[in-house]
């Protein structure tokens, strides 16, 4: 979201509002969400690419992890004029302000997305291939990065922080269900069937594939009254589902309802200026 509403007075402020636009998104914007976007489609390439039975050419794989290096120097880039220019934030001037901003859950997601990645191809080239797997992880951090720059992931997140109450409350509920489920076929077939359901311990995968209605069917209990506890239970795990889901749908109404209000309080505004 963009802090900064006035005429740039220096190199750093006009850095700033270049990086956070206050009109939507902007050239750099874009650029950084289709860098997030092909990075990720080059992962998923390159998981492949450097499987021994794989389908690829095999010429694709260099062009693949020339991209990644590409995207790390970018990121780093803006990572650094980010943290350069954030001194025109109010919110982030000085020693302390900076140090607030690099606590931020999104500044620190922006900071994994490249910084292993680069110190590892920086000062430890020749391990660099032994430590991929991990790196490859690491890049899931760049998701985060789109929270940045589309307007849609903030309605996300005001979304879910509106219905965190009511999601914690559905959250006990589904996890006092769980319990309850898993005691019952431990008491009705813990006996019959015990390396399934011998403890609740046991039980608890049954319980949690049965109320999520996923269904697997790699563990079913055979006696009857195992069976009518699990069509209670097949039953129950339809109010688990909807339960959260008619939370997050209200919620995000409210949220468009709300923002949608504010922007036309905004035009009004500026068409009696």
């Avoid at 005429?7 to 006009?14: D, E, P, V, W």
């Avoid at 991929?132 to 899931?140: D, G, V, Y």
Wanted: aromatic share 10%; proline share 5%.
């Amino acid at each position: 979201m963009a802090l900064i509403k006035r005429k740039h007075n220096s190199l750093k402020a006009y850095v700033h509002d270049w990086l956070e636009p206050d009109d939507g998104i902007n050239f750099f914007s874009a650029t950084i969400i289709a860098l997030v976007l092909l990075s990720l489609l080059s992962l998923a390439l390159e998981t492949e690419g450097v499987r021994a039975d794989s389908g690829l050419d095999p010429r694709l794989l260099p062009v693949v992890q020339w991209i990644n290096v590409v995207v790390v120097w970018v990121f780093a880039a803006e990572f650094a004029l980010r943290f350069w220019s954030e001194g025109e934030n109010p919110l982030h001037k000085g020693v302390g302000g900076r140090i607030r901003f690099l606590l931020q859950p999104v500044t620190v997601a922006d900071v994994l997305a490249f910084l292993p990645e680069l110190i590892a191809m920086v000062f430890f080239p020749d391990t660099t291939s032994a430590l991929f797997p991990a790196l490859r992880a690491l890049r899931l951090f760049r998701l985060f990065k789109l929270a940045r720059y589309v307007p849609a992931f903030a309605i996300v997140g005001a979304a879910v922080r509106r219905a965190w109450a009511p999601l914690m409350a559905a959250l006990c509920v589904a996890a006092a269900q769980l319990y309850i489920a898993a005691m019952m076929l431990y008491l009705i077939e813990g006996d019959s069937k015990p390396q399934a359901f011998g403890s609740i311990a046991r039980a608890m995968w049954w319980a949690v594939v049965t109320l999520t209605t996923v269904g697997y069917g790699d563990v079913y209990p055979e006696t009857t009254w195992g069976r009518v506890a699990a069509g209670l239970v097949a039953l129950a795990g339809v109010g688990i589902v909807a339960m959260p889901t008619g939370i997050l749908a209200s919620a995000f109404a409210e949220e468009f309802r709300e923002r949608h209000e504010r922007e036309q309080a905004a035009r009004r505004a500026r068409k009696e200026q």
